[in-house]
């Protein structure tokens, strides 16, 4: 990868993370200035066919997590973040930073969820679940005016993270 496009990446990965983890949003001047960055140097440096790999990287980063934001696992700013790196990592690489993100994510999760104790709540209800089961044959309605709050995961540092492995896992030939 060119540097320059490198260094334009790790800029916007880390302004994301700060802006992130500070403001709880990742917000859209970053996020479309990132994309717009990677489309523009692509098509630059080579043609038609730079600006159709940008553009399939950020169709491939974004379908990476739509489904998740759908749900409401995540915010629209995460899956635009992925989008914008799709841009300058081309829709091959950006799956990459999408898995390893994916791995840090669930260890994040685990971490938030020791650290405010609620390993304890979910065990809890696993163990309602499947007792509700084996006595009722049906799943138990939750209510969900008394669910607890959930713990508030900054996925721009994680996807930063799993972005630069990816990368440095690609610039040593391991991947």
Not at 135 to 153: C, F, I, M, N
């Amino acid at each position: 990868m060119d540097s320059f496009l490198l260094l334009g990446l790790v800029v916007g990965l880390v302004v994301a993370a700060v802006t992130d983890v500070r403001e709880a949003r990742i917000p859209n001047w970053l996020t479309f200035s990132l994309a717009a960055f990677g489309i523009t140097v692509h098509s630059w440096m080579h043609g038609f066919d730079g600006f159709l790999f940008s553009l399939e990287g950020l169709c491939v980063g974004l379908v990476c997590l739509m489904f998740f934001y759908v749900k409401g696992g995540m915010g629209a700013g995460d899956v635009k973040l992925l989008g914008a790196i799709g841009t300058i990592l081309g829709p091959g690489q950006v799956v990459f930073a999408f898995a390893f993100a994916a791995m840090l994510g669930g260890l994040y999760s685990l971490a938030l969820l020791f650290n405010q104790g609620g390993l304890g709540q979910v065990r809890d209800r696993v163990f309602l679940l499947f007792s509700t089961l084996r006595v009722t044959r049906r799943a138990p309605v939750v209510d969900g005016h008394q669910a607890s709050p959930e713990p508030k995961l900054r996925y721009a540092l994680v996807l930063g993270l799993g972005t630069v492995i990816a990368q440095t896992l690609f610039y040593y030939g391991v991947l």
